[in-house]
């Protein structure tokens, strides 16, 4: 699924180009990744892909014969 | 990793690599504490070595979601399990920048509280007997 960072139109908020995942983006100082400065990921779906995908992968972990 | 513990063959078997290479994969996973290694007696080996299992260590991880809806904004923190540390909701702003604001305060607010309630958990968890 390719990188969305930015929300291009919301026609009822009548918001457009809104850098949603630039504004919520946040630095982990003491990740325990080992990592200084961690940039903790950010996601941006619209409700209908993220509640998809939510599913699929509580799915695939409830299942015993999924990998 | 539907099913945990899994043993170190499966994702060998899945991504057609070799065992010594699944290991060198996995290394860095176990060393930052995104995976654990299971007790082997939770393997249920059929004969020899008991194999040690591998499992994702839920508790040392969650989740930040933000619905932005027309009316409300929800903004929750859960563990990979699904299970929820908290969540709080505001009035949308009709202002993007005023909307983004009260959100990253609203992240924040709750990674602040997720982190320190999943230490609780984790402390809690190390000291209780097994």
Known sequence: ?67 | MAVQPISRADPGTTLEVNRSTITEMVKPLLACGLLREAAPEQMKARSGRPPIGLSLREESKFFIGVNIGVRRTQVGAALVDGQLLGEESFDTPSESENALAQMRASVERLRGFSAQSNNICNRRQRSCPT
């Open chain 1, 1 to 67: 699924m390719p990188s969305v960072t930015r929300l291009l139109f919301a026609p009822h908020l009548g918001w457009r180009d809104v850098a949603v995942a630039e504004a919520l983006r946040i630095t982990d100082p003491s990740s325990h990744t080992g990592i200084l400065n961690h940039q903790v990921p950010v996601l941006l779906r619209t409700s209908a892909t993220a509640a998809a995908m939510y599913e699929r992968r509580k799915r695939l972990r409830n299942s015993k014969d999924a990998s």
